[in-house]
């Protein structure tokens, strides 16, 4: 391992040994507090340009294996440990993290004070950090002069539409940024889907006789897509049943009239107590949250909130009063994270089959 170095926009400095690719990068520098799921979250789409501080104290001691990828294209920025473990207990490990690091170009670096560098994201709010050879002058200056790209979405989904087969009820699902873990849970409910990219029109959709759309989670800010797409969410949701989660979740609250914001600190973990309103059930879920739906902006006569974070307060779902169309803001798949919230593609198909009737 080669001595690099972690640097913030904030002038802050990080000595560390490399893991992963050699190569210099810059993203946005975010933390995720998630125990296990390693490898689901560096292959995460919401992950696009973004450097990832893992808490959990070692990583790379179960490898890398072909069930657990949420994207077969990677586009994390960067991997930030306290300590890399270049061994692999798990069965089915067949990769260790540091070669499929240095397969996609990616750069990471250990012996990182994770928990102090916790404290100071949290501090300071988003930042951009760069993974480099040098903490000179001139990194900092390329650091600050660096702009990180608002076309995640239009980068990460797929650019034509694909089948995901099977023999149930046909659902079409807009990739924003897509999780496989939302194909994987699908298959369990042997939907058919057509997966389409981000910018189908609502004309695009319909003429494939769909029973219902799932707006998929994704990276970036959700005022970064054009108006069009809001357009075609308020066509569609009128006339067939409609279930938003992530991106997709503040998309379609944008579209009924309310409002988002970026929040001061993004959450990125799988520990946020969530209370279901109806039932006053509290689970835990699976989150890659940075921006959320103001509360304060919801038109209750269209939109009923319907989960809400305990921790933080933020609107963690919302639900149509007029259409069978509902959104959360986690990732009801888990993927990785609890399973509390695997009904909710139960639900949404109850949905389906009472609009069929």
Same mark, same amino acid.
């Given at each position: 391992?080669?001595t690099r170095y972690l640097i913030l926009e904030d002038g802050t400095s ?20 998630? %125990?296990?799921? *390693? ?7 919401? /992950?696009? &340009? ?6 959990q104290p070692s990583i790379g001691n179960t490898g890398i294996n072909h ?5 077969? !294209? ?36 250990? =012996? ?11 501090? &300071?709010?988003? %930042? ?41 009820? &046909? ?5 924003? =940024?897509?999780? /496989? ?24 959709? %319909? ?24 357009? %075609? ?10 279930f938003g989660m992530g991106l997709g979740h503040e998309l379609f609250a ?6 988002? /914001? ?14 279901? +309103?109806?039932?006053?059930? +509290?689970? *835990? ?5 940075? *921006? ?18 305990? !921790? ?10 007029? *259409? ?34």
């Amino acid at each position: 391992m080669t001595t690099r170095y972690l640097i913030l926009e904030d002038g802050t400095s990080y000595k560390g040994k490399s893991f992963g690719s050699e190569a210099t990068t810059t993203g946005e520098i975010i933390v995720n507090s998630n %125990m296990l799921g *390693y490898q689901e979250i560096i292959t995460n789409q919401i /992950y696009h &340009n973004q450097i990832i501080v893992f808490t959990q104290p070692s990583i790379g001691n179960t490898g890398i294996n072909h069930k657990s990828f949420e994207s077969i !294209v990677t586009n994390a920025k960067g991997v930030v440990v306290l300590e890399y473990a270049n061994i692999s207990t798990n069965r089915l490990g067949n990769l260790t993290l540091d070669r499929f690091l240095k397969q996609h170009n990616i750069p990471g670096i250990a =012996g990182i004070d994770t928990r102090e560098l916790t404290h100071r994201i949290r501090k &300071n709010e988003a %930042m951009k950090a760069s993974i480099v050879d040098v903490n000179d002058e001139h990194a900092f200056d390329q650091l600050s002069a660096s702009v990180l790209t608002n076309q995640q979405v239009k980068q990460v989904s797929t650019k034509a539409p694909f089948p995901n087969t099977g023999d149930g009820y &046909n659902i079409i699902l807009i990739d924003f =940024g897509l999780k /496989y873990g939302i194909l994987r849970r699908l298959a369990e409910l042997d939907c058919n889907v057509i997966v389409m990219p981000w910018d189908t029109s609502s004309k695009e959709i %319909m003429d494939l006789d769909p029973d219902g759309v799932i707006l998929s989670t994704g990276p970036g800010s959700p005022k970064d897509l054009p108006d069009s797409v809001l357009t %075609m969410i308020s066509s569609v949701q009128k006339e067939i049943p409609m279930f938003g989660m992530g991106l997709g979740h503040e998309l379609f609250a944008l579209a009924n009239g309310a409002d988002t /914001y970026k929040l001061s600190v993004e959450h990125h973990g799988s520990n946020h107590p969530i209370r279901q +309103i109806i039932t006053n059930q +509290i689970i *835990y879920s699976s989150q890659s949250q940075g *921006y959320a739906v103001d509360p304060k902006s919801i038109k209750h006569d269209q939109l009923l909130i319907t989960f809400v974070d305990l !921790v933080n307060g933020t609107v963690q779902g919302i639900r149509h009063r007029d *259409y069978p169309s509902f959104s959360v803001q986690f990732s009801p798949d888990g993927g990785p994270g609890p399973a509390d919230t695997v009904d909710l593609f139960e639900e949404f198909l109850e949905n389906v089959s009472s609009q069929r009737r």
